[in-house]
């Protein structure tokens, strides 16, 4: 009951002082290509329910027909804007409505797309059991998945290698020792991680860092000219 007093109040207040910088965006979308302003994927909530996320649209109209659910800083799908808010995480501050509406929590795992949600074993299940959020210790130590990705031969391929086992082992460890005192903790070092990327909290000491991840991307890269040749 208390992590959702708090969602209501921080997601009420953060749409309320953020709202002219929303429309402002909205309205760059909107000239800057064809097409909604907002992108409605459809994610995984709370025990594996269905539901419509908010996001800034940042790529062409479609462009979950054309590619994978996965992108790299490099996708030819993602518009000029889509490029810029993306950099500076801005495509996720709707989801603060998706917050709260109750659909999603400051903090939590990300939630994932429908499709790939079926095809979880029951340990990746378990990440189903709290509300998805905006942030968690994934997101913090994932805080450049596009950057990683640059030039990889198959973007989800390369994710699904590299990333998504630390990924899960992140959510988790978050399911598994949540309280307010942590959300309000990852919170606070989010908002750090955004002002100084290469900086990494306590907690995620030993795990891989971006320049790491981003040295196996190239080692992909690398394998494939070689095979091209």
Avoid at 82 to 93: C, M, N, Q, V, Y
Wanted: glycine share 6%.
């Amino acid at each position: 009951m208390l992590k959702r007093c708090f969602d209501i109040a921080a997601s009420a207040v953060g749409l309320l002082m953020t709202s002219p910088l929303l429309l402002a965006i909205a309205v760059w979308i909107k000239l800057d290509s064809p097409g909604p302003v907002f992108y409605r994927g459809r994610r995984a909530g709370l025990g594996g329910k269905p539901f419509s996320i908010f996001k800034f649209r940042s790529m062409v109209v479609d462009a979950d027909a054309v590619g994978g659910p996965t992108t790299s800083d490099d996708d030819p799908r993602i518009t000029r804007s889509g490029r810029f808010i993306r950099r500076f995480k801005l495509d996720e501050l709707t989801q603060l409505l998706n917050v709260l509406l109750g659909q999603m929590s400051l903090v939590g795992p990300r939630p994932e797309v429908v499709h790939k949600v079926e095809k979880f074993d029951q340990e990746a299940r378990k990440t189903l059991a709290v509300r998805p959020g905006i942030t968690d210790w994934a997101s913090i130590w994932n805080s450049d998945e596009g950057g990683v990705l640059v030039g990889a031969p198959d973007a989800e391929e390369a994710y699904e290698k590299l990333i998504r086992p630390t990924k899960l082992e992140l959510q988790l460890y978050y399911c598994e020792t949540r309280n307010m005192l942590t959300d309000i903790r990852i919170i606070f070092y989010t908002l750090l991680r955004l002002l100084r990327k290469n900086w990494t909290p306590p907690e995620l000491k030993g795990y891989p860092t971006l320049d790491q991840l981003r040295a196996e991307v190239e080692k992909l890269i690398a394998a494939e000219v070689k095979v091209s040749e």
